[in-house]
């Protein structure tokens, strides 16, 4: 699209590396290649993904305008850049930020792309990524050439490859760590950056740093593969280590990462990574992609298999110098301050004392601070970027990282300075108060853009920041210090599992009309690395999400006991009395003319409108299905309260039997007489509607189903409390997926 | 120098007045209408949560469309995307009369409440490819004299002042200000 993209390469020759500028000319060539049609769109596709281009929302060439499909005239016409995906449709650009450590230089480049091939906006993810929103295809390899100036590379942010290595954003400055993460995380970046034994996965793998066990800024429970640096004495000498976890992951399903080894020195870290990297290659699953994650892999084999199999291929691997380099890279990492250390300001604004209460954390070393510049739903625009890189060579030596909650900081801010760097601040628009509270919710980017979203997660974010932010002084405390996390399906790259209030999107048919909701997921811990993952308690529409937020910190405010947190107080109330209080929220407002329920935040359209059935008064009309899906879900309710007091049995028999209840609810739509045999429901579900394909996720397609019939097939196994868990959770699924299966075959209701 | 990428903003008057709500559901109107032209509507981001941000915008494929709130000057915005033939000044013009058409649908919208006004003077103009028109000097020299050619044309001979913003990394941005008042049917008929 822009008229100087051929200047680029020109421009910048001599300043990007010489392997990113090389691997940047292929992929123009690919892209002139596609559009002349030489390439197959789904290897473009994959070759596109592996540069972290991603599709996104309506490009496949339609729209839902809100009355009607309306399809896309692109002036590209049919070309694709993959399947059902147009050429000229906008797409995203994920840019890896390894570690999210980014000098000044890095931030204006940040800015000027958001402003010429974006929006103006750039946009912080939960994995320390930087998001650029409505790029088109033909301007990447330009954007990609000014990034490598940078010495930033956008290559494996997507595909079926190593993510970005996230890291504690505190390494290094915080109080309580082992050491410094920072340099090996860079260094694993690199070292994996392209390696030969990381390009045939099956699906992606995510690899983060940790520099202690008890904080949540690496979150290491819920990755592909989780270090925590620890030492050991040897002799007398300290040695350096990671106590490494392998096969976490959030998900549909969220899976805890198991620890592999308790303590890996620093140069065995990079040929055991190798080493998992083609034991994954290897054996994980290429062609089912719901269960092609390192995650199921190690579920299947065991934890104790997986280590011996990559332990004998360890022993296979030939010597390399980077990996002794790797134990090195500690000893030459330094990141030093530009001012000298300082002591608090003693006297500061009303406004600056309640910004500096959330927004800045003393460091490891005397005199210096964290800042933290909370960014609203990770959003920041060019002229704050630039800002921000004043501000960085200001006051620092350009020492910014940003941050898995969405955020960027500045470290090594002197105490003395402090006052200075919340003007500056200030002027940029970046002062906002409460970070890391309950007004700084994080969430994905939803339905706004991702073409899996089935909720608002953004819309309602906003929602609640705005809401939150008009009551912030008068919260509570231990209110205040509440974590919200929204995704717009059940994917959760808003990591809605590891929060206290966690919100996932799902939709519900009501009074014949698809209504946007969220199923609200209590019981996860942020602290530990993220290491107790919540389970949902009930789905509500979307536009009572803020009432019920309300009501849930308001009785946390009220009766917590004794400094309990959030985890602990919902295990004390417990799920029955928490959905008891919010039981009343899934109703539809009594005046039938209030249309608000049916259209999602921010986002005036009919939800769903294409699925609609002939409207009828609100509240009335309730047909069979509704009937047996609620049924479902009751009985999923009950296995997860016996869970949670231990009974696992039960727990799994009544998943089990939820799936069931909800797979006859709709094979009921079209036979309606079948018995309670369970084998006799399996194999009516499985013929009309997976072999139908009737009941496929858009995007997942039959994997769903296909948790019923492993459900099925496992029925007589003994359920451990890991397998019931994980049922539950399939379960769950499973009804969401039958919810939106009736909601797309729109079933005449009955009443 | 070939311009190309142009962006104009005409800023609106009490911009604290002015609620950017009601901007989504008239922005998703337009969607659905597609009003015709060339240019494609696709979608709506939103951004104001964002302090000082790019407010309420109007995705097209040709060129976005946006209730703009950068540096705090709340204004109508064409950010055009797609190269376009012709002189500069034809380049200006299009930009020019795309903002203003928005502009006037914006200000008959009932929905706006007549909030969402031209404050009558107050012009911006930015260059959105700092490889065709970094801001220096020198664009400034190579484009001032069609930029000038191109006000006097849509303020009818009236008087102007220009100013540029100062900082280097900043795309070319030049604030304009008209000496008299002008409506939005003015201008657009001056660009006739």
Redesign the interface.
């Known amino acids: 699209?822009?008229?100087?993209n051929s200047?680029?390469a020109e421009?910048l020759s001599g300043k990007m590396p010489e392997h990113l500028a090389r691997e940047i000319d292929i992929f123009e060539t690919e892209v002139a290649l596609r559009k002349s049609g030489k390439i197959d769109e789904r290897l473009f596709a994959e070759t596109r993904l592996r540069k972290g281009i991603y599709g996104q929302?309506?490009d496949n060439g339609q729209?839902h305008?809100?009355?009607k499909v309306?399809q896309?005239?692109?002036?590209s016409g049919e070309l694709t850049k993959g399947p059902s995906t147009m050429w000229?449709a906008?797409g995203m650009q994920r840019i890896k930020i390894p570690g999210g450590g980014m000098n000044a230089e890095q931030l204006?480049t940040m800015?000027?792309l958001a402003?010429?091939y974006s929006?103006?906006?750039a946009h912080v993810t939960t994995r320390q990524d930087f998001q650029l929103?409505?790029i088109?295809i033909d301007d990447t390899p330009s954007l990609m050439r000014r990034l490598a100036a940078a010495n930033i590379t956008t290559r494996e942010a997507c595909g079926n490859s190593v993510r970005n290595i996230t890291a504690c954003p505190y390494a290094g400055v915080c109080q309580d760590e082992a050491f410094d993460v920072t340099p090996y995380s860079r260094a694993m970046a690199k070292f994996l950056l392209g390696h030969p034994d990381v390009q045939n996965f099956g699906r992606k793998f995510k690899p983060a740093f940790s520099g202690c066990s008890q904080h949540a800024c690496g979150l290491t429970s819920l990755h592909d593969m989780g270090m925590i640096a620890v030492t050991r004495n040897e002799n007398g000498v300290e040695e350096r280590g990671f106590e490494t976890y392998v096969g976490g992951g959030l998900g549909a399903v969220p899976y805890h990462a198991k620890l592999f080894d308790d303590f890996v020195p620093l140069g065995e870290l990079l040929p055991l990574t190798q080493a998992i990297s083609r034991v994954f290659a290897r054996l994980g699953e290429k062609k089912n992609r719901s269960r092609a994650r390192i995650k199921f892999l190690i579920q299947d084999l065991g934890i104790e298999k997986f280590r011996e199999l990559v332990l004998e291929e360890r022993k296979t691997l030939p010597s390399d110098p980077r990996w002794a380099e790797f134990a090195k890279e500690g000893e030459a990492f330094q990141e030093l301050p530009l001012h000298p250390g300082g002591k608090p300001p003693l006297l500061g604004t009303e406004k600056f004392q309640r910004w500096a209460k959330n927004n800045t954390r003393p460091q490891r070393q005397q005199g210096y601070v964290v800042v933290t510049i909370a960014l609203?739903?990770g959003?920041?625009?060019s002229?704050?970027l630039?800002a921000l890189a004043d501000i960085a060579r200001r006051f620092t030596r350009e020492t910014v990282r940003t941050t898995v909650e969405q955020n960027m900081v500045l470290r090594w801010v002197s105490q003395s300075d402090l006052v200075e760097v919340h003007k500056a601040l200030e002027a940029a628009?970046l002062a906002?108060p409460g970070a890391g509270t309950i007004i700084d919710v994080a969430t994905c980017p939803g339905t706004?853009?991702c073409k899996l979203g089935i909720s608002s997660s953004?819309?309602l974010a906003?929602e609640l920041?705005?809401r939150l932010t008009e009551k912030n002084f008068q919260l509570d405390e231990a209110v205040n210090n509440l974590h919200i996390k929204i995704s717009g399906c059940f994917n959760s790259c808003g990591q809605h599992h590891v929060s206290d209030l966690g919100f996932y999107g799902v939709s519900r048919k009501m009074a014949g009309y698809a209504v946007p909701h969220f199923q609200v997921v209590l019981g996860g811990q942020w602290e530990n690395n993220g290491n107790s993952y919540g389970l949902p308690v009930i789905a509500i529409p979307s536009k009572n999400i803020p009432e019920a937020v309300s009501r849930l910190t308001g009785r946390y405010a009220e009766n917590r006991k004794n400094g309990e947190c959030f985890r602990d107080f919902t295990a004390r109330i417990g799920k029955v009395e928490l959905k008891k209080m919010l039981e009343d929220l899934t109703r539809l407002p009594a005046d039938p003319s209030d249309r608000s329920f049916f259209s999602d935040w921010?986002?005036?359209?009919e939800y769903g409108l294409s699925d609609m059935g002939v409207g009828e008064c609100a509240g009335e009309v309730v047909s069979a299905t509704d009937f047996g899906l609620a049924a479902a879900e009751r009985e999923l309710f009950e296995a997860q309260v016996a869970w949670e007091s231990g009974q696992i049995k039960q727990a799994g028999e009544a998943s089990y039997q939820s799936m069931l209840r909800a797979a006859k609810a709709l094979v009921e739509i079209e036979t309606p007489v079948v018995g309670n045999d369970s084998e006799e429901i399996v194999r009516e579900f499985r013929a009309r509607y997976f072999d139908t394909q009737k009941f496929f996720d858009p995007f997942a397609g039959g994997k769903f189903a296909e948790y019923l019939f492993a459900a099925h097939q496992n029925a007589d196994r003994p359920y451990t409390q890991d397998s019931a868990r994980y049922l539950i959770d399939e379960a769950q699924l499973f009804i969401d997926a039958a919810h939106n299966c009736y909601n797309r075959i729109g079933a005449p209701a009955i009443v | 120098m070939?311009l190309?990428?142009v962006n104009v903003k005409f800023l609106v008057q009490n911009p604290e007045e002015v609620d950017l709500e009601p901007l989504?559901?008239v922005f998703?109107g337009w969607?659905?209408e597609q009003p015709g032209g060339e240019e494609?509507l696709?979608?709506i981001?939103?951004?104001?949560?964002?302090?000082?941000?790019?407010g309420v915008?109007l995705?097209g494929?040709q060129g976005?469309y946006?209730v703009?709130n950068?540096?705090n000057r709340l204004g109508v915005r064409y950010n055009r995307?797609?190269?376009l033939e012709g002189s500069n000044i034809e380049c200006l013009k299009q930009a020019a009369r795309a903002a203003l058409l928005a502009l006037q649908r914006l200000e008959a919208d009932p929905r706006l409440k007549g909030k969402l006004r031209f404050n009558g003077r107050d012009v911006e103009v930015f260059v959105?490819?700092?490889?065709?028109a970094p801001n220096t000097e020198a664009t400034r020299e190579a484009f001032g004299a069609d930029l000038r050619k191109f006000l006097q044309q849509m303020f009818r001979g009236g008087e102007f002042s220009v100013s540029y913003a100062s900082?280097p990394?900043?795309?070319f941005t030049a604030f304009v200000k008209a000496a008299q008042i002008f409506s939005v049917a003015d201008l657009l008929d001056a660009l006739a």
């Open positions: 699209m822009k008229v100087s200047q680029w421009k929302r309506y729209r305008n809100g009355k309306q896309i005239p692109y002036p000229d906008p204006e800015a000027d402003e010429e929006d103006g906006i929103h409505y088109h609203p739903l959003d920041i625009t002229n704050q630039r628009e906002a706004d853009t953004r819309g906003g920041r705005k921010g986002d005036p359209r | 070939q190309q990428h989504i559901p998703h969607i659905q494609l696709l979608d981001a939103d951004y104001r949560h964002v302090p000082a941000g790019p915008v995705i494929h976005n946006s703009d950068t540096d995307k797609a190269a959105n490819d700092r490889l065709i900082d990394r900043k795309l």
